[in-house]
């Protein structure tokens, strides 16, 4: 909470003989925002309240909205050298029922920044507008420009012919995420009584998820260290769809200079088969792992990746 600078936090719970239930959640801190959030709905209460549920097409409504003004405070989320900032803003109201919610409102968010010093990675003055539209989020603007400076070139022949840009070039997208309306039934989760039945019916609710975004890189600066500098140009599309993940794009580098340590000679990984096709392949393959019973644990289903590069021709390497 000192981090926060929390002013104030309460939580009101209100539940009405016949059954009706309304709460409200009020959030007040310096740094870590601001939400004032409502929630009304009704319960199904037996006589003398020996039971009670929470039936699926039991109504739903409630508003919320949502300021946060500096997205740093979360950074401790994000991975070990990562930095983001930003301010976020939410209107969101909810209708519908419990098993299918619909949400509307806006969600925007201005200055972002996701920054590695350790990468050279510093994608910044970012800017989001997206709908809720019942099941689905609307992205209908994300703009983020690339990192400036760096100051990585090769000199001689087969040096880079330009210098540093000074521009870090721009990412625009737009897209769509969409999700399954409401979960399981309580009765249907009864049911699953199995890990295996309970991991088919998680796996069921992740392949509801999709995605759909379309992006632009224009000379976009990706990286920019003094040993390591990438700017690329060119559209890719992100898609997940049935629990996979698809990529597609095809992209120009604009320019490159990268420096490999001498002491950083990559060497593959014991589990990299190297097949050629003028010999016979003489590694072993790995050993196949033997299926387990029905509740073992299996990966999702493999990324689906095609990508295009062209090298351009301002590309440097050295090392």
């Known amino acids: 909470t000192g981090r926060a600078g ?9 539940l009405a003989p016949d059954g009706r239930v309304s709460a409200r959640l009020r959030w007040d801190s310096e740094r870590a925002g601001q939400a004032d959030a409502q929630l009304q709905s009704q ?20 508003q919320m909205r949502a300021r946060l003004p500096d997205l740093g405070v979360w950074s401790a989320l994000a991975p070990p050298g990562w930095r ?6 939410a209107d969101v109201a ?3 029922t419990r098993q ?10 201005d200055g972002l920044r996701v920054r590695s010093v350790l990468e050279g990675i ?38 880079n012919r330009t210098a540093p840009p000074a521009d870090g070039g721009r990412l625009e997208a737009t897209g769509r995420v969409r999700w399954a309306a409401g979960g399981a039934h309580p009765q249907a989760q009864a049911q699953a009584q199995t890990q295996a039945q309970a991991q088919a019916q998680a796996q069921a609710q992740a392949q509801a998820l999709s995605l759909q975004l379309q992006a632009q890189a224009t000379a976009l600066q990706v990286l920019a260290r003094a040993d390591r500098q990438l700017s690329v140009s060119g559209p890719l599309t992100l898609q997940l769809d049935d629990g996979q993940v698809r990529v597609r794009g095809h992209l120009r580098v604009q320019r490159a200079a990268i420096v490999l340590p ?20 003489s590694n072993t393959p790995p050993e196949t792992v033997a299926e387990g019973p029905a509740t073992a644990v299996r ?16 590309f440097a390497l050295e090392g």
């Open 43 to 62: 319960l199904t209460i037996a006589p003398a309240w020996t039971a009670w549920a929470w039936a699926a097409d039991a109504a739903l409504s409630g």
């Open 6 to 14: 929390l002013r104030d936090a309460r939580l009101w719970l209100d």
């Open 84 to 89: 983001v900032r930003g301010t976020l803003g």
């Open 94 to 96: 909810l209708s519908g």
């Open 100 to 109: 299918a919610p619909r949400w509307s409102g806006s969600l925007q968010a």
């Open 122 to 159: 510093d994608l910044q003055d970012g800017r989001l507008r997206a709908t809720l539209q019942g099941d689905a989020l609307e992205i209908t603007e994300l703009r983020l420009r690339g990192a400036s400076g760096g100051g990585a070139r090769i000199l001689g022949p087969s040096g």
């Open 299 to 314: 990966s999702a289903r493999p990324a689906d990746i095609l990508l295009t590069v062209d090298l351009g021709d301002d």
């Open 262 to 281: 001498e002491e950083s000679a990559p060497r593959l990984g014991d589990d990299v088969v190297v097949h050629s096709r003028r010999q016979p392949a």
